[in-house]
Each structure stands twice: as C-alpha cells, then as structure tokens.
C-alpha cells in the first residue's frame, strides 16, 4: 500500500521569508515522490520529483524539496517566499516495486502575504 | 499550442442527463489518465489508458465509460448523472509507465473540467 499526508491545509508566510510545505510518505518498496502546484482554474504543474540519488532535489520557480528517508518526509521548501507562489500545493507518492499510479496528498494552500 | 486540453471547461446539467468530456494530448504520450477533484480538492484517479488499452480503473461505478479512439485522445462518458459526480475532471498524459525508474514518469495536466449537476 502507498499513502501520502500533508498535515497542513493551509501555510500562510510573509513574502521574502522562508516557506516550507510539509509531507510525509508511506510505501513498502522504496518511493518516488513528487511535488505538484495548481494554481486558480488550472490543472496540475509539475515542480520536481525524487527518484533516486542525491536527496535534495531542485525544481522550478526556486523551489527544492529535501528526501529523508529516515523520517519518511518529503517536505517542500523555498528561500524566500514571493506573492506569486500562492496556491495549492499537493504532494504525490509511487511505490517503485509496485504497479500503482500516483497516490496524491490532500494539498496544502499555500498564501504568502505581502 | 496546448499540450493537454479539456472541453468543456465547464459543464452544468441535470440530474439524470448523459454527459461526456473530451481529452486531446499533442505530447505524443503513449499514457492517459483521467482524475477526480472534489470539492475538497482530494486528487483521485478514475481511469489510465496506454495506447488506447485500459490498464486501471479505480473502482469507479459503470455510469463512467472511458473511450479512447487513438493514443492522443481520452474521453470520459458520463451516464446518468447524481449530484455527487460534481467535480472538477482533469485530464493528463505521460510516457508510457514501466517497472523500473521509467515508471516515475511526469503527468501533464490539462485544465479541467467543472461538472456541476443540479
């Protein structure tokens, strides 16, 4: 079986401070977890993803997401927050040895303020 | 050009009503998916297509026929519509999963599609 929880419904942050958006994983192979945002109307973007190796990751629009496999986390960060990074963030885990699809979080919203 | 793209965007009808949503990929992906957002925002696969073969559905009732002519086109055929089936549906592709690290393959979204039945 593979889960995903993102404990969080909604992180408010000034913009320019630092922003983290949290996830936790459960599979019983090894995972492939990835990181999504939907902003107002739209679909699903892809922002990054770990595999394997190197356990941070870097993706688009500054944002990086560190694996810890130890505490089976996944969390989601950025340096400095900005405005335009408001929206609906969801985490989404893959067990590897298994043929399932994505299983995705319930998403965080994420609002920065000015 | 729009990689994923949905219509209608948006859909009201009446409880009872048959109802489709068409799905059209230019990514050249051999995968297509269709998920379920509810009013909560829960994310959940309905449907996956590969190369016009079903290969998931997700304990879905019988009401919901996917149809996929060709690799680039997935529709979503709704019959008897209840109340609950509003939602947005969203669309997306993928090359084509595997067994090893290329069963990690990115899904691209289309825009969705809000379902509202009255």
């Known amino acids: 079986a593979q889960s995903v929880t993102q404990p969080e419904d909604q992180v408010n942050v000034a913009e320019g401070n630092p922003l983290t958006v949290k996830c936790t994983y459960s599979?019983?192979?090894?995972?492939?977890l990835f990181w999504y945002v939907q902003y107002p109307n739209r679909g699903l973007q892809f922002l990054l993803k770990?595999?394997?190796?190197?356990?941070l990751v870097k993706g688009s629009y500054g944002f990086e997401a560190e694996f810890n496999k130890s505490q089976t986390s996944f969390h989601l960060k950025k340096p400095s927050a900005l405005v335009s990074d408001s929206a609906l963030y969801f985490c989404?885990?893959?067990?590897?040895?298994?043929?399932?699809?994505?299983?995705f979080g319930s998403g965080t919203q994420l609002t920065v303020l000015p | 050009d729009t990689a994923v793209s949905q219509t209608p965007k948006y859909l009201v009808t009446q409880m009872g009503n048959d109802k489709s949503i068409k799905c059209e990929q230019n990514?050249?992906?051999?995968?297509m998916y269709w998920y379920k957002q509810d009013s909560k925002k829960f994310l959940k696969i309905m449907f996956s297509?590969?190369?016009?073969?079903?290969?998931i559905n997700e304990t879905v009732p019988n009401r919901f026929s996917p149809k996929s002519p060709d690799k680039a086109h997935l529709n979503l055929h709704i019959n008897s519509l209840e109340l609950g089936d509003s939602a947005v549906y969203f669309c997306?592709?993928?090359?084509?999963?595997?067994?090893?690290?290329?069963?990690?393959?990115?899904?691209?979204f289309g825009a969705g599609s809000r379902l509202t039945v009255l």
């Open positions: 997306a592709s993928s090359i084509r999963p595997g067994p090893s690290i290329s069963g990690a393959n990115v899904l691209t």
């Open positions: 599979v019983s192979g090894n995972p492939y």
């Open positions: 770990y595999i394997t190796g190197d356990n």
């Open positions: 989404a885990v893959k067990d590897s040895g298994s043929a399932r699809q994505l299983t």
């Open positions: 990514l050249g992906h051999d995968t």
């Open positions: 297509y590969n190369n016009k073969e079903l290969i």
